[in-house]
């Protein structure tokens, strides 16, 4: 094989694995690691790499959030459960207003696919808050 052909092939993979490999991960937008919010404060999601889609959704690269407080990492493809820790964005929300007594929190993103089935590890984030009454 000529030189030529073998560079051509080589950036055309090349080309292909960098459309093909986006960045994957969530964030937080706010709050900010370790910060000091009233008991209303608004929390915002940040994804990269998949879609945000309305829950029953099943197509490929798209899923919804769901904030976890003070609870346990969801393995990926468990469900996650729906209760008072277990905050389910299911109409594809990327932020919410949320009210939570004082004290501290570790609040866990976890973007899931359509069936709340968890994506695992790449598409969690952590933070930790402090919830103070006013004139904190």
């Not at 197509?59 to 493809?77: K, M, Q, V, Y």
């Not at 389910?88 to 973007?111: A, D, S």
């Amino acid at each position: 094989m000529k030189k030529c052909h073998i560079t051509a092939i080589l950036l055309t993979a090349l080309v292909l694995f960098t459309n093909t490999s986006r960045a994957q991960s969530v964030d937080f937008l706010e709050p900010e690691n370790n910060a000091v919010v009233p008991p209303s404060f608004k929390v915002k999601f940040k994804v990269e790499g998949m879609t945000v889609a309305p829950a029953g959704t099943m197509t490929e690269g798209t899923g919804h959030h769901h904030l976890l407080i003070n609870a346990a990492d969801i393995n990926e493809g468990q469900p996650i459960p729906m209760d008072d820790n277990h905050l389910h964005f299911g109409k594809g929300q990327t932020e919410v207003e949320i009210f939570l007594p004082p004290g501290k929190y570790t609040l866990t993103m976890q973007f899931a696919d359509g069936a709340h089935r968890s994506l695992g590890e790449k598409f969690r984030k952590k933070i930790n808050i402090q919830v103070k009454h006013k004139g904190y």
